[in-house]
């Protein structure tokens, strides 16, 4: 077996020693030492790794495609996912500026990009309190403008400063989720959040823990992580317990003039079976009537 393994083409090769390194790729695929547990954690992690990048992605296209679909950004809040975009950018310029490997934070630069333009949507289908706020234009342009500026001043801050920064990340967090479960709580619904984009947070959560310890080691990112995890936690425990809430609103609330499918059948049925007769008005009759006799009564002065 191992003839073949150490044979394999040089471009399977070359992709699995960019991934694993030499050293793994040796004693995993040819050599097949698969009693090498550091090499089995470490590819393990690589692979948890790429697969969280490859599925941050696309995590939040389902949210997207709700609101749109949808044209409501209800339920969501604003305040929620500003904190947690700037969480996800300090993170990825954390990791960027600390060259940790792409696979460990890769998804925070595509969550920060996805958030980005969902929290754009929430200006831009205002609900509540932003409708009575100045007009969605200058809204949007002034959250263009300081999306960028972050994005510029998180890629030329000190190291030092980005450490600090990444400690912030942590109360970030929590009040980057507080807002989202106290909404939710309020109004018993989850609105338009979307329970693919939770549940992948929850899974992602998980895995990331593993691959920070395995790879990096960094105190701060992981109890980052741990802290996103418990807080999805409970954004998940909501999706669970108000899940479907909505839709039994609306098929309790009465549309006036609204006529059911088998209200019309029996309402043609009941009409097949029934005689209409048709009644002619007649005149109708004046007030002043003359006498049947035709005489003209007067009344006598003396």
């Known amino acids: 077996m191992t003839a073949i393994t150490q044979n394999l083409p040089r471009f399977v090769s070359d992709l699995g020693i960019s991934i694993i390194g030499e050293k793994c790729y040796s004693s995993l695929v040819e050599n097949l030492n698969i009693g090498d547990i550091n090499c089995l954690k470490y590819s393990l992690s690589k692979g948890l790794g790429i697969g969280i990048v490859v599925g941050g992605s696309i995590m939040k296209v389902p949210q997207l495609l709700l609101i749109l679909e949808g044209r409501s950004a209800r339920g969501l809040s604003l305040p929620a996912y500003v904190l947690e975009t700037l969480a996800y950018a300090i993170t990825a310029a954390y990791s960027y500026r600390n060259e940790f490997p792409f696979s460990t934070y ?48 998180l890629y030329t801050l000190p190291k030092d400063v980005l450490s600090l920064l990444q400690m912030a990340t942590l109360p970030l967090s929590l009040f980057s989720k507080l807002p989202q479960i106290m909404q939710n709580a309020r109004a018993h619904s989850t609105g338009q959040l979307s329970a693919f984009a939770v549940v992948s947070q929850i899974v992602g959560c998980l895995a990331r823990l593993f691959t920070t310890a395995t790879e990096v080691g960094d105190l701060l990112v992981t109890a980052g992580f741990a802290l996103a995890l418990l807080l999805n936690l409970v954004l998940g425990a909501q999706m669970w317990l108000y899940w479907g809430k909505d839709e039994k609103e609306d098929d309790g609330k009465t549309q006036i003039g609204a006529i059911s499918e088998k209200e019309k059948e029996d309402w043609t049925s009941e009409r097949q079976g029934r005689v209409d007769v048709v009644v002619t008005p007649k005149s109708p009759v004046s007030r002043h009537t003359a006498s049947p006799s035709g005489r003209k009564w007067a009344r006598k002065v003396d």
């Open 106 to 153: 890769g998804e925070n630069l595509f969550l920060t990009i996805q958030n980005t333009l969902i929290t754009l949507l929430i200006i831009y289908f205002p609900t509540g309190s932003l409708r009575n706020g100045q007009a969605t234009g200058p809204r949007l342009a002034i959250a263009s403008a300081a999306s960028v500026a972050s994005a510029f001043v």
